[in-house]
């Protein structure tokens, strides 16, 4: 992997150790006891690593302030994938945090020539709906654009200029244009945002991401630790595994067959895991005797990562298709059958989530 990581391309990760040696990520290991409950997230090492994490859960134990900053680019359907962040939002919401959620409209316009007008349609109906059918209470979020920045917000995106040069910038993203600079002074304004003095101040904050987004936390560290208009607390991060596409590859917003959509009719989901990649060997006797490359097989990542909140289970699941017990097939039936049960009553909440929009963006 080289060092250089280009968060406006794509990158796939095959070995997430080596991402904590390269990048100077520490591992969760030392925290494990301290997280509080049990989610799924920390449990099955879909986060895992962090940088300063132990900072915002000092705050917790101390029930002082802290905060989740979180942004997205809303360039489609909002699928499996965006429904970890989701997940990771209410998490922090019910621990108490502060949740920020920048809608990256600004980059999306420089880096993908998106019109603003068509970011703000997909970021309300795709991300907010999803938000609100998920059970995150919206009326305690901090949902915004980033073309609507409050004054200080966007004065501070160009004050911290002043604490980076463009050997820098080059050394930590590469070859940069203007419209790049632009965005990546905008998301050190997101990252921050939370500390900001109409906020409350300095605070420890969290930002969850990929690896892919890490320059932009390296950034804003720097920048938090030179700034001295403002004795900002270092962001921390946590990072989380990329979840595969259904094929194999990359999930993409831009391939629907890499992807179910939350909105995907029941029939859609489940042909898509029929057509899904799996772990299973090429002849039922082979399968049998070696059991099946879990590690490789997109369907049980997908209970994983989303669809099966038992651990117990989980595991049970895990052993009878390693072993070779349990076939590629039968796999794939729990997936559809909670597939279906998902999808069932969550298109219900959509419903009802879409009474909420109305009221808060009638014009939309």
């Given at each position: 992997m080289d060092e250089k990581i280009d968060p406006w391309g794509s990158i796939q990760v095959k070995d997430y150790g080596e991402t904590i040696d390269k990048f100077g990520i520490n591992s969760m290991d030392d925290l494990d006891n301290e997280i509080p409950g049990s989610n799924r997230l920390f449990t099955r090492d879909i986060i895992y690593g962090q940088r300063d994490f132990d900072k915002v859960l000092k705050a917790k134990k101390k029930?002082?302030?802290?905060?989740?900053?979180?942004?997205?680019?809303p360039s489609g359907k909002f699928h499996f994938g965006h429904k970890l962040v989701a997940d990771m939002?209410?998490?922090?919401?019910?621990?108490?945090?502060?949740?920020?959620?920048?809608?990256?409209?600004?980059e999306a316009y420089l880096t993908r020539d998106m019109p603003l007008e068509k970011t703000r349609e997909i970021a309300i109906k795709e991300y907010l709906r999803n938000y609100i059918a998920l059970g995150i209470d919206v009326d305690k979020l901090d949902f915004y654009f980033q073309s609507e920045g409050s004054t200080n917000y966007n004065k501070m995106s160009k004050m911290f200029s002043k604490n980076i040069t463009q050997n820098e910038l080059e050394a930590i993203y590469g070859e940069m244009d203007p419209g790049k600079t632009i965005s990546v002074l905008t998301q050190a304004a997101d990252i921050l945002k939370p500390q900001f003095e109409e906020n409350g101040g300095p605070k420890p904050v969290v930002v969850p991401v990929g690896i892919d987004q890490d320059p932009h936390i390296r950034l804003t560290r720097d920048i938090a630790s030179r700034f001295k208009e403002t004795d900002f607390v270092k962001p921390s991060s946590i990072y989380t595994k990329f979840m595969r596409g259904i094929t194999g590859g990359k999930m993409s917003s831009s391939d629907p067959k890499s992807y179910i959509a939350l909105n995907d009719s029941i029939e859609d989901a489940k042909k898509k895991i029929d057509s899904a990649?799996?772990?299973g060997k090429q002849s039922l006797e082979e399968h049998r005797k070696k059991g099946a490359d879990v590690e490789e097989d997109v369907v049980f990542e997908l209970l994983a990562f989303n669809l099966i909140d038992d651990d117990e289970r989980l595991r049970d699941i895990y052993r009878r298709y390693d072993s070779g017990e349990m076939l590629s097939g039968e796999l794939k039936q729990i997936a559809k059958e909670e597939m279906e049960n998902f999808l069932e009553e969550h298109h219900k909440k959509l419903e009802r989530a879409d009474k909420k929009i109305a009221k808060m963006f009638p014009q939309t």
């Amino acid at each position: 992997m080289d060092e250089k990581i280009d968060p406006w391309g794509s990158i796939q990760v095959k070995d997430y150790g080596e991402t904590i040696d390269k990048f100077g990520i520490n591992s969760m290991d030392d925290l494990d006891n301290e997280i509080p409950g049990s989610n799924r997230l920390f449990t099955r090492d879909i986060i895992y690593g962090q940088r300063d994490f132990d900072k915002v859960l000092k705050a917790k134990k101390k029930n002082e302030d802290f905060a989740m900053m979180t942004g997205m680019m809303p360039s489609g359907k909002f699928h499996f994938g965006h429904k970890l962040v989701a997940d990771m939002i209410k998490y922090f919401q019910n621990l108490g945090a502060d949740v920020y959620v920048a809608v990256a409209d600004i980059e999306a316009y420089l880096t993908r020539d998106m019109p603003l007008e068509k970011t703000r349609e997909i970021a309300i109906k795709e991300y907010l709906r999803n938000y609100i059918a998920l059970g995150i209470d919206v009326d305690k979020l901090d949902f915004y654009f980033q073309s609507e920045g409050s004054t200080n917000y966007n004065k501070m995106s160009k004050m911290f200029s002043k604490n980076i040069t463009q050997n820098e910038l080059e050394a930590i993203y590469g070859e940069m244009d203007p419209g790049k600079t632009i965005s990546v002074l905008t998301q050190a304004a997101d990252i921050l945002k939370p500390q900001f003095e109409e906020n409350g101040g300095p605070k420890p904050v969290v930002v969850p991401v990929g690896i892919d987004q890490d320059p932009h936390i390296r950034l804003t560290r720097d920048i938090a630790s030179r700034f001295k208009e403002t004795d900002f607390v270092k962001p921390s991060s946590i990072y989380t595994k990329f979840m595969r596409g259904i094929t194999g590859g990359k999930m993409s917003s831009s391939d629907p067959k890499s992807y179910i959509a939350l909105n995907d009719s029941i029939e859609d989901a489940k042909k898509k895991i029929d057509s899904a990649k799996t772990g299973g060997k090429q002849s039922l006797e082979e399968h049998r005797k070696k059991g099946a490359d879990v590690e490789e097989d997109v369907v049980f990542e997908l209970l994983a990562f989303n669809l099966i909140d038992d651990d117990e289970r989980l595991r049970d699941i895990y052993r009878r298709y390693d072993s070779g017990e349990m076939l590629s097939g039968e796999l794939k039936q729990i997936a559809k059958e909670e597939m279906e049960n998902f999808l069932e009553e969550h298109h219900k909440k959509l419903e009802r989530a879409d009474k909420k929009i109305a009221k808060m963006f009638p014009q939309t």
